[in-house]
């Protein structure tokens, strides 16, 4: 399924803090003086406030969402929050929200586009979501929800692409609506590369695949986003057979297309997907609004590298790449789709 992201698992590194305390030296009791306590500052309010009781909603039996839930567990239980995980294929979105309100969670995440959903009928509850792709078209932002995004970091990826392909000048992209923040930003980030993104903007499929085929001639690839409003199996297929014909590099966000011939897929990262979820948890307003952008961007990607791809554009994949992320597919070694 296109929509189902690529995950990496990594250890999270775990984070050091050393303080020196210099104890004063003895005093005796009748000559200190009497102080009334100090007030709380704003940063131990905010503290106070931030104690972790976090409901999980997960959408779906899959690896990818499991991982994420324990990723994000992990980090909650190291700051000494509480999680309750509440499974949609096990109880219907009613009876889990109902069972949210009796608790009174007060900060709840949501992993995959259904349990976003099914939070609607929580009320000035702060929630974050991830492993969504098309949140706009159901409402789920206001000032108490907000996410976590579902494509691996752009500059990562486009830093892959200009390893592989230093040469690359033009590459082309379709999006449906409400993606202009988006394009925007990755737009942007390109241009750092000398990399111009060409996007074009579609309502249906039907529409995605005339698009394509004008497009391609005008680029040097294509970058196949996972967005399923304008991206039927057979337009896939189609689209993967025609970059062939015609020797259009495609690069993609979903590992398990690598066995189709796209020549580069960026997964996300467990570890950077959990990561923002709890900062963003954290950063949660006294009135329970979440402050930032709509969806936060991801830091992190691990590129793979086709090479049966790479052969048929006689390409020649760098031995050293240690400023980026690159892993050779297929590999006995390692698994596109998920690495545990």
Request: proline share 6%.
């Amino acid at each position: 399924m296109l929509g189902a992201c690529t995950i990496i698992e990594k250890p999270l590194a775990p984070a050091t803090s050393e303080i020196s305390v210099i104890l004063p030296p003895s005093v005796e009791p009748e000559t200190l003086p009497i102080k009334p306590p100090a007030p709380a500052t704003r940063i131990e309010t905010v503290n106070a406030i931030k104690s972790l009781d976090v409901a999980v909603i997960i959408s779906r039996d899959i690896d990818n969402h499991h991982i994420i839930y324990h990723k994000i567990k992990k980090l909650i239980i190291d700051k000494n929050g509480t999680v309750t995980p509440f499974y949609l294929y096990q109880k219907t979105a009613t009876e889990i929200i109902q069972q949210i309100k009796i608790s009174q969670h007060p900060q709840v995440v949501a992993i995959g586009l259904e349990a976003a959903k099914a939070t609607s009928n929580l009320t000035q509850t702060p929630i974050i979501f991830c492993q969504v792709y098309n949140y706009q078209n159901h409402g789920l932002i206001s000032d108490y929800i907000k996410g976590v995004s579902l494509v691996p970091s752009v500059d990562q990826q486009l830093k892959a692409w200009k390893t592989v392909f230093p040469g690359l000048k033009r590459v082309g992209f379709i999006t449906g609506s409400g993606k202009q923040a988006f394009i925007d930003s990755a737009v942007k980030t390109a241009a750092t590369y000398d990399i111009t993104l060409i996007n074009h903007t579609v309502n249906n499929d039907k529409e995605m695949w005339g698009e394509f085929r004008r497009l391609t001639p005008q680029i040097d690839a294509f970058w196949l986003l996972p967005d399923n409003r304008i991206l039927s199996k057979r337009t896939l297929r189609n689209i993967v057979s025609y970059s062939a014909k015609h020797t259009t590099p495609l690069f993609t966000i979903n590992g398990l297309l690598l066995q189709a011939g796209v020549v580069i897929s960026s997964a996300q990262v467990g570890d950077d997907i959990a990561q923002k979820v709890v900062t963003r948890l954290l950063s949660v307003n006294p009135d329970n609004t979440v402050p930032g952008a709509d969806v936060e961007a991801l830091d992190q990607a691990l590129s793979f590298i086709n090479t049966q791809a790479t052969e048929r554009f006689n390409l020649s994949i760098p031995e050293k790449t240690m400023a980026v992320n690159l892993e050779r597919w297929p590999s006995s070694g390692v698994n596109a789709t998920l690495t545990k």
